[in-house]
């Protein structure tokens, strides 16, 4: 059985260093993929560039992707996810320090799953990354990939 993965995409190392300790509470931590920049990030789900040798249809169960990275925003992340016929289904949480209303809109008109602010508390952020990847790897469902038991 496949373990379903998590993909973070997350250019600040701090906050990086935060998710992957709520991970390994979480016992997620062997499940994370991490992408540092937009780019990065399409790279790793289209299988191309340092990332062609991926298999493509190995997607992950869902994508914690910041709004504010570099080389391409997660607004554009998203929207070239969501136009590709092989991830425009795949779960996208955008995971962001914005409290910006047009973040928001733009986020969910784009087809975000959900936006959830990170909060500046150390043990909530990780309790919030803690209780986000149980609900998207233990509890969601996608159609295309078996669920960890």
Not at 116 to 140: A, C, M, R, S
Request: aromatic share 8%; hydrophobic share 40%; proline share 5%.
């Amino acid at each position: 059985m496949n373990i379903m993965t998590i993909l973070l995409v997350e250019d600040n190392p701090d906050e990086e260093k935060l998710a992957m300790i709520a991970f390994q509470k979480s016992g997620l931590k062997e499940n994370v993929e991490v992408a540092r920049d937009g780019q990065e990030a399409v790279d790793y789900m289209l299988a191309q560039g340092e990332y062609q040798e991926r298999d493509v249809k190995d997607l992950p169960g869902v994508i914690f992707l910041d709004i504010n990275l570099p080389k391409l925003s997660g607004i554009e992340v998203l929207r070239i996810l969501r136009t590709d016929p092989r991830t425009k289904h795949v779960p996208i949480v955008l995971l962001t320090s914005s409290d910006e209303p047009q973040d928001m809109i733009d986020g969910y008109e784009s087809g975000a799953n959900s936006y959830i602010h990170k909060p500046f508390d150390f043990h909530e952020f990780v309790l919030q990354i803690k209780t986000l990847g149980n609900y998207w790897i233990d509890y969601n469902r996608t159609p295309y990939a078996e669920r960890r038991m």
